[in-house]
């Protein structure tokens, strides 16, 4: 006799990984009969992703250490030059600003603001007042008065941090009988009080020669810890002279700045942050699997690669050299490590055999690349079981994938699934196989679906039919 059963697994299981299948009529044999059973023929949609959540390959980490760097400004760079002020025939390539009731002409560059102040000269606002002075090397040619009857000045602001200036003055009237010293003064203007404090000064001393031509250099320096005086953004200077009346002109040939630097500490490198990296759930090939990496890995900077020679998959550390600035004290990527969970069938997805370890380096301006080829198969087989209990019990030596691997019951099919997404796998029983069977009663039979790595299979669909035959024993 024999019992047909033709199952559709979404009316019942859709959403399991078994079928069962609950007899109308419970199935019951004597001492003088025995049962087979047969699956004849399956079939099933392949629309099982390749990594997925349900085969626990989809998830990995990357532990991330940060460094932080701290600074102190000191040290001194030069950044008060004709750049940007005039070019290279000294000519002004700026906007001149001029108040002839202030009797002050201003010219600006990249937040730095140049003042001069001249009672008797600047009453003009047709005129240009400004001579390049700003030069690396004085020229007595761009020449502009700091002193004669009156005294002027030149202020200066900026939002760079203002260590110190050095400048060039001269002298070209009149051949000295007596030596003559200057007192010029660099200011600071005190934001709290409203007047300006003096801060550094420095004597000119104009020697009896016997020529008329003189120039004397000197540096002002703005930074006074003890007292203390330390420079700040948009601090305003100026610079004047502080003696009552002089017997020639004095002029100011060059002019330029220094400014405090930033210097930094090696750094302290943080506790490290461990980040998931979720590849959403789909089907894979190697194409699409590198460019899903480098779109979940662009925050790393690693850049994944497979070789077209060996399909082994690359990932190279693509961070360049981290240095700090003012605004950007964290480097975020100092040191990278990838974490792959210790799951077989997620190492046979990266191709990683001998150089698994719980952390894997992965080197600043180097790789790390995966022992042998990926391997995106997770289905090759479906392999369906029974509860019912075979006479000669099939054995099996099929790896376990991941930690929800399960112990097979009876083995009652093995069928091939390397087809494309999407297409349908078909069974059918041409070699008429069939398995005795020790049960005597049978009410509810129940099979099970897995792949090749012992995983559970949640089938949303599948069309099966299995019968149950009845035979007679021979008599002796």
């Excluded at 033709?6 to 009529?25: A, G, T, V």
């Excluded at 070019?87 to 009797?103: K, M």
């Excluded at 400004?130 to 939002?159: G, H, P, R």
């Excluded at 992965?362 to 079981?385: C, R």
Aim: hydrophobic residues 35%.
């Amino acid at each position: 006799m024999i019992y047909n059963y033709y199952i559709d697994k979404r009316k019942n299981n859709k959403l399991d990984d078994f079928i069962d299948i609950h007899l109308e009529h419970p199935i019951e044999t004597t001492n003088y009969e025995y049962l087979k059973v047969k699956l004849c023929d399956f079939k099933f949609l392949n629309n099982i992703f390749n990594i997925s959540s349900t085969l626990m390959n989809n998830q990995f980490n990357i532990r991330r250490y940060s460094k932080t760097y701290t600074y102190v400004y000191g040290g001194s760079e030069l950044f008060l030059t004709d750049t940007g002020f005039f070019n290279d025939q000294n000519a002004l390539i700026v906007n001149e600003t001029i108040d002839t009731t202030l009797h002050i002409s201003t010219i600006t560059y990249n937040n730095t603001s140049l003042t001069y102040y001249n009672a008797s000269t600047i009453t003009d606002d047709t005129q240009s007042y400004w001579e390049n002075i700003l030069t690396d090397t004085a020229f007595i040619d761009t020449k502009m008065l700091i002193q004669d009857s009156n005294v002027n000045f030149i202020e200066i602001t900026s939002d760079e941090r203002i260590s110190s200036f050095d400048c060039v003055f001269y002298k070209e009237d009149n051949l000295l009988q007596t030596p003559v010293s200057i007192d010029i003064v660099l200011q600071k203007y005190n934001t709290l009080s409203g007047v300006w404090d003096n801060i550094d000064i420095q004597t000119l001393t104009f020697d009896v020669l016997n020529t008329a031509i003189q120039q004397i250099s000197v540096s002002f320096s703005a930074v006074d810890i003890s007292y203390p005086i330390i420079p700040s953004p948009n601090d305003k200077y100026r610079i004047i002279s502080n003696t009552g009346s002089i017997p020639f002109p004095l002029y100011i040939i060059k002019l330029q700045g220094n400014k405090q630097i930033p210097i930094y500490d090696s750094g302290t490198i943080n506790a490290p942050v461990e980040h998931t990296i979720t590849i959403p759930d789909g089907f894979y090939k190697a194409s699409n699997f590198k460019t899903t990496l480098n779109d979940l890995l662009t925050t790393y900077k690693i850049t994944a690669s497979i070789d077209q020679y060996n399909n082994k998959l690359k990932l190279s550390n693509d961070n360049p050299t981290f240095t700090p600035t003012i605004d950007d004290l964290i480097d975020d990527n100092y040191q990278l490590d990838l974490i792959i969970p210790n799951i077989q069938n997620m190492l046979e997805n990266w191709g990683i055999t001998d150089s698994y370890q719980t952390y894997i380096p992965i080197p600043f301006n180097s790789y790390y690349e995966g022992d042998t080829h990926i391997n995106l198969i997770n289905l090759s087989k479906i392999i369906i079981t029974t509860d019912l209990n075979f006479q000669n019990k099939t054995h099996n030596e099929i790896i376990k994938g991941n930690e929800i691997h399960r112990g097979f019951g009876n083995i009652l099919a093995w069928i091939d699934t390397d087809e494309a997404p999407y297409t349908c796998i078909k069974y059918r029983n041409h070699e008429d196989l069939t398995y005795r069977i020790e049960n005597k009663h049978i009410s509810t039979i129940r099979l099970r679906f897995y792949n090749e790595k012992s995983q559970p299979l949640n089938l949303d669909n599948a069309l099966l039919h299995l019968q149950i035959i009845k035979y007679q024993k021979k008599s002796l």
